[in-house]
Structure formats: C-alpha cells, structure tokens
C-alpha cells in the first residue's frame, strides 16, 4: 500500500505492524491522581502501548450554558450543565509531572487530547507529549489543528459526526503547515455506539481514499469490533477503558475493564500473524503433509500383465506417492505392462 508508517516514541504504526493500542482513560480518573495513576498501570499491564488522557479546562471547552450530550445526561444521572460536569472532570495542572514520571518509567507512552484548545496544545507541548491527538468535536476545529500542526509532532484526528470531505479538509490544513505524519482514526460519536452504527466499510473507504495511515477509535461494548477493524486495515486501535464501570461520571459505562483490554491486546497482536503472507502457496509444514494426505491412483486388487485397466480394478487413494488422480480417465483405456500386485500405487512403467 502506499501509505507511509509513522513512530510514537519509536514504536511503528502502519499497515503490516501490529496495531497500535491506545487505552483511553479520558475524564475516567474522575478528577484523582490516585485514579490516574492506577489506570496508567492497568493499561501497561494490559498490553496498551499508550495511555491517553484528556487535557481542559471547562471553561475553555464549553460556554456556560451548554447543556449535556443525552449520553453524559444518562451515564451520570444528573442535570447540571457541560461547565458544572467538566470542572469535576479536569485533570489538573499540577498531576501532569507525575503522571508523566510514571509512564515514563513503566515504559509506556503517555498521550492526552488538548481538548481546550490553543491553552490546552501548550501545555501538551511544554511537557512534550509525543503525538497530539484530536477527538471528533474538534474535526472541523481548523485554526486548532494548524496551530498543533506546526510543532511537528503526528497528529491523530478522530472523525465521528464527518464526512469524508470534511475528513479531507483537515488533511489539507494539517500538511500545509509541511507536518505529514497524520493518523485517522474512523469512529461513531455515540456511546455506547451499537453495531449498526459502526461502518467498519466507512473506514475500508479511508483506507482506500486517503493516503495516510487509518484507524479505529471503539465506543462500542465488547471487543470484537475493534477486532474486525484490525483485520480490516486498522493500523491504530483506540478503546476507552475503566478501571470500574459502576464509578459515578459520563463514560464510565460505555467503557472497557481492564481485563477485557488485555484480551483484546492479545488478540491484536495476532491479526499480523494470522493475515499472514498474500500469496496462495504450502507452507513447509504442509509440504511435509501432502504426499500422505493427497491421492493417486492405486491397484483395487491383483491385476495381470495384459489386463485391461477398469473402474474394477483401479480407484483412487493416498498416499499421492503413485500416478496422479487427473490420468484416472486417460489410464482406463491403458493396459498393465506387468503383473502388478493389490493395494499399491500405480506408477509409469506399469501400463502401456
């Protein structure tokens, strides 16, 4: 294909690579350090090769009175506004200098999503975070995305709620800052997102139309989705995890356990191997097998020199050591040249 392959702290992300996993923790540490740094843990322990969290401060997100989306309405069974709920969401400023410790020294990335913008990209780039990523709210944000852009770091652009055109435009403005290292990431902004709002297809469509690497972010319950877009092309898979689904706050319950992470790691980390090679030929191992597994054609019984070969005293079995089954038809008009006893595979100086 002709994509290229982009590195987050030296781990490869394109097509022939195992997928890259991103275990969203996002507003889930419900405003503790505690819980940040234990969801940080679970995901090295997962499998994960990234930690993401989400970087805001409410009033730099939302106008006071925007009311919330039905599912965060939902989730967190309660009437305060967007402002009221993000507050109690922040990750604050003074955790990032931990959090940062620790995953560095636990080996794995921390990423987060600037989602208050030029504020939020700031103080992503002091720390430098390695990739920026961009959640689906903030796809036709243009100003914010040239403005991430022109660090040079990949930039990974979630697209729930777009149209590939709109998909497009963002490419645009993000390569003309001369910044080439993008990942799209296809995705349904619903949570939980049922399967039949998924379009795995929509993302075959990107793979197909646009010439950077493509992936999935996962809002749907279970792991076999995430799954099917890996096997599909997905090179980055983003799953949103918790370490207890019946914690009060918006996404907890659309969201995975840990353990149902590690699984899906596993089974990620398989979908190279079992893709495999494109070519239609044997293994060795089938090599090893063929002769005793595949047919040719074999004496039923004692058949004497002179005697005509017949569906009588002729058939088909293994092992393939004798003459092979496509002579069956041109062999029953042939004649034995010898004496040739039951039960044995026929060769070439047996017939005349």
Do not use: W
């Amino acid at each position: 294909m002709h994509h290229n392959t982009i590195d987050i702290n030296k781990k490869r992300i394109g097509y022939g690579h195992a997928p890259y996993v991103i275990a969203e923790a996002g507003v889930n540490h419900n405003g503790k350090l505690h819980i940040a740094k234990r969801m940080i843990i679970a995901a090295k322990k997962a499998g994960a090769d990234a930690v993401k969290f989400q970087t805001f401060k409410a009033n730099e997100v939302t106008i006071a009175h925007n009311q919330m989306a039905k599912y965060q309405q939902i989730n967190t069974r309660a009437q305060y506004n967007q402002l009221t709920l993000l507050k109690k969401l922040e990750l604050k400023n003074d955790f990032y200098p931990s959090l940062l410790k620790l995953s560095h020294r636990i080996g794995i990335t921390f990423l987060s999503t600037p989602h208050g913008g030029f504020n939020s990209i700031d103080l992503l780039k002091q720390y430098n975070i390695p990739a920026f990523k961009f959640g689906s709210g903030d796809l036709t944000n243009l100003p914010v995305l040239t403005y991430a852009a022109k660090f040079g770091k990949p930039m990974i652009i979630s697209t729930g709620m777009a149209t590939l055109n709109e998909v497009k435009s963002a490419i645009r403005v993000i390569s003309k800052t001369g910044n080439k290292s993008i990942i799209v990431l296809h995705a349904t902004t619903n949570y939980p997102c049922p399967s039949s709002e998924v379009n795995l297809n929509a993302m075959v469509t990107m793979i197909k139309k646009l010439f950077v690497p493509i992936g999935y972010s996962d809002h749907t319950l279970g792991i076999h989705t995430p799954l099917m877009a890996a096997t599909l092309g997905a090179c980055m898979i983003e799953k949103h995890v918790t370490l207890d689904r019946n914690m009060s706050g918006p996404d907890h319950k659309a969201s995975a356990t840990f353990s149902e992470l590690k699984q899906l790691c596993y089974q990620l980390s398989l979908v190279p191997v079992i893709l495999g090679k494109s070519e239609k030929s044997p293994n060795e191992s089938e090599l090893k097998m063929l002769s005793k597994v595949r047919k040719s054609i074999v004496s039923l019984r004692e058949i004497q020199k002179g005697e005509r070969f017949t569906l009588n005293n002729i058939t088909i079995k293994r092992p393939a050591t004798g003459i092979a089954p496509k002579h069956f038809e041109k062999l029953l008009s042939k004649t034995a040249k010898k004496k040739i006893s039951a039960d044995r595979p026929l060769t070439a100086n047996d017939y005349e």
